[in-house]
């Protein structure tokens, strides 16, 4: 029974996308390409969903501000478990081109626990999937 | 018998299982207007799968109408499935009213999706709200006197079985002009009573989210995404039943079925969104004007 939820789950992963501040808006733009028809990943049951509560991924990008950090966290609380998080792109990941500014914290791992890292700036289509893939593989137990 | 039929013949477990591959197509269809190649047919079952092992989150505000509206919809809409059903497979099986009371039982999942949200306590679920009744208001008025149309067409008739016979014997109300004017009508209110784009703002993703469905998570959401594609079961065969049943063999239903199915969804894909005070001027305007000429067409004998 578990199995097939957790099976379920990788087959319909649902995300809601969240930037948290700092960015180029660059990774946003990139993320839609999967939904186009070149890459087209509803193939796999994923879907951009507009309310966190129904979300399965939480897909973050940009570098963290001070202002978006704890509306960051309480979308994090507010998200349904069994639920990952996504950190996507290199301002993300570390802050990026960022790091030396007032306004920005730490990286998001810093702040919420993070079970995907997708470097890039932006990451290509091709790397997204990637990690999906990888994302999958780890939710299941594969190695 | 009789809870056999509410719960797994043409009531729940059928409709629900023809309901899910309905929004299948529909996801498919949209994907092939877009040049994509859309989800496997087996996709939405995954999905309810999925939402059932997730988490309910529930608001502060008030808990018992929040978990109850989600039932009230999909129970009302089993019902309407139920009657339909059965009427379809024996037309004499009809009770005198039915088709008033397969009227108030459509109004149900509008009527527990408002319920519900409000009980949420968001704020845009508030507006979602005030959206979907607007719409409700809008869509009910032309909806019903297309359908007084039907029942002029069939001699005065408010039972289903006894409209569903006239059409047999003397041909579709779809066949004559009024019927076909008020056809067109009752289409454009099932694309508004299936919250489908253009008439989808209370649940405008892209503006207020999710609109009325923000809070829902987990099993209560599952259950308003089967409500859905189980309206979109319900409401098209209703209407085959009202203008289009001059043959009620299963195949010819299927047949209709799907046709009316990718019609709506290629209007879907094709229109953008409408805002609400459009949606309500066009049905109280333009549409109410041609189900009233219907009704008058109706009268004269055309």
């Not at chain 2, 067109?184 to 999710?210: R, Y």
């Not at chain 2, 209703?238 to 239903?253: D, G, R, T």
Request: charged share 15%.
């Amino acid at each position: 029974m578990k199995n097939l939820k957790l099976n379920a789950l990788t087959k319909s992963l649902w995300v809601f996308h969240l930037n948290v501040g700092a960015s180029c808006n660059n990774c946003d733009i990139e993320i839609l390409d999967l939904l186009t028809p070149r890459y087209d990943v509803e193939r796999f049951g994923i879907m951009l969903v507009g309310s966190i509560r129904h979300a399965d991924v939480l897909l973050i990008s940009g570098a963290l501000s001070r202002k978006a950090a704890p509306r960051a966290k309480k979308l994090y609380e507010q998200m349904p478990k069994p639920g990952v998080v996504v950190a996507f792109g290199s301002c993300s990941l570390g802050r990026g081109i960022f790091k030396d500014s007032y306004n920005s914290l730490c990286s998001v791992d810093e702040f919420i626990p993070v079970d995907l890292y997708i470097p890039g700036c932006p990451p290509k289509p091709e790397a997204m999937i990637l990690g999906i893939v990888k994302l999958i593989k780890k939710v299941r137990g594969i190695k | 018998m009789i809870f056999f039929n509410f719960l797994v013949f043409p009531g729940f477990l059928f409709s629900a299982v023809v309901g899910l591959i309905a929004g299948w197509i529909d996801r498919k269809v949209t994907a092939r207007v877009q040049w994509r190649v859309g989800p496997p047919w087996y996709q939405n079952f995954v999905d309810f799968m999925k939402l059932l092992g997730k988490e309910t989150i529930l608001p502060q505000s008030n808990k018992t109408t929040f978990i109850f509206a989600p039932f009230v919809g999909l129970i009302s809409v089993i019902l309407v499935a139920t009657l339909l059903g059965k009427l379809l497979m024996d037309p004499t099986q009809s009770f005198l009213g039915d088709l008033i009371v397969v009227l108030y039982l459509l109004v149900m999942p509008a009527i527990s999706i408002i319920l519900g949200a409000s009980a949420s306590g968001n704020p845009l679920a508030s507006t979602g709200v005030s959206r979907e009744i607007k719409l409700v208001l809008a869509y009910e008025l032309p909806f019903i006197l297309a359908i007084v149309a039907v029942i002029i067409k069939s001699g005065a008739n408010i039972k289903l079985g006894q409209i569903l016979s006239a059409q047999i014997n003397n041909g579709a109300v779809l066949g004559s002009p009024s019927g076909l004017i008020a056809f067109i009508v009752a289409i454009l209110c099932m694309q508004a009573k299936l919250g489908l784009v253009p008439f989808d703002v209370s649940e405008a993703e892209q503006e207020i989210m999710a609109g009325v469905l923000i809070e829902y998570s987990g099993f209560l959401l599952a259950i308003f995404k089967l409500m859905k594609v189980m309206l979109l079961y319900v409401m098209p065969l209703f209407l085959i039943s009202l203008f289009w049943a001059a043959n009620i063999n299963i195949y010819s239903l299927i047949g209709k079925y799907v046709l009316l199915l990718v019609i709506i969804i290629l209007v879907k894909n094709t229109a953008p969104r409408v805002r609400v005070d459009q949606a309500m001027k066009f049905f109280w305007g333009p549409i109410s004007l041609l189900a009233t000429i219907a009704i008058i067409l109706a009268l004269s004998g055309r």
